[in-house]
T-cell receptor, first 113, second 114 residues
Framework: AQSVTQPDIHITVSEGASLELRCNYS??????LFWYVQSPGQGLQLLLK??????LVQGIKGFEAEFKRSQSSFNLRKPSVHWSDAAEYFC???????????FGTGTRLKVLA | EPEVTQTPSHQVTQMGQEVILRCVPI?????FYWYRQILGQKVEFLVS????????KSEIFDDQFSVERPDGSNFTLKIRSTKLEDSAMYFC????????????FGPGTRLLVL
């Protein structure tokens, strides 16, 4: 069955530190992968996506993610975190056919000043 | 930039009442979705809709739920008899259709069932 796992429920980093949020997926075919960010009480904003080509993708707000097929992973990274990055981050895989998204459980990021 | 809109932004209802959540997808999109997010939990797929019919639904989407595209622009989710556990944020999304395309999400409707 298709699934997405985000092993870290909470992550705390200091402002200016680097960040890596983990995402593992289980999907039979070539996955279409997405990272979304959700600020408290807000909707979902797309950070970046991967569906083919270069396995390192750049997104908005200085985020990047690397698709590693051998590890079934699509980890999100940022070299220097800003206080405004505090939010919940969701990884998702897009299923073929109906194109529905399957979301992970999310990682809540806290940034220390 | 085109966007998906949802109304109302918040709705409070009594248990057992019917609610209708409304969405206006992006005009040239062909696939439409409803997702649910219970407070503090992940976003869950409810239903997808294409060519005026349900193309897939999750086990959450039972007989109490229905969807409709009544006029070619609106896309609605109806809950016939709300339960306490229906309290959640409901997101509408749409996509033109095609591998790797991005779904555009609306801002959500927060439903509270008392």
């Amino acid at each position: 069955a298709q699934s997405v796992t985000q092993p870290d429920i909470h992550i705390t980093v200091s402002e200016g530190a680097s960040l890596e949020l983990r995402c593992n997926y289980s999907y039979g075919a070539t996955p279409y992968l997405f990272w979304y960010v959700q600020s408290p009480g807000q909707g979902l904003q797309l950070l970046l996506k991967y569906f083919s080509g270069d396995t390192l993708v750049q997104g908005i707000k200085g985020f990047e993610a690397e698709f590693k097929r051998s590890q079934s992973s699509f980890n999100l990274r940022k070299p220097s975190v800003h206080w405004s990055d505090a939010a919940e981050y969701f990884c998702a895989v897009g299923a073929s056919g109906t194109y529905k998204y399957i979301f992970g459980t999310g990682t809540r990021l806290k940034v220390l000043a | 930039e085109p966007e998906v809109t949802q109304t109302p932004s918040h709705q409070v209802t009594q248990m057992g009442q019917e609610v209708i959540l409304r969405c206006v997808p992006i005009s040239n999109h062909l696939y439409f979705y409803w997702y649910r997010q219970i407070l503090g939990q992940k976003v869950e797929f409810l239903v997808s809709f294409y060519n005026n019919e349900i193309s897939e639904k999750s086990e959450i989407f039972d007989d109490q739920f229905s969807v409709e595209r009544p006029d070619g622009s609106n896309f609605t989710l109806k809950i016939r008899s709300t339960k306490l556990e229906d309290s959640a944020m409901y997101f509408c999304a749409s996509i033109l259709g095609g591998a790797g395309e991005t779904q555009y999400f609306g801002p959500g409707t927060r439903l509270l069932v008392l």
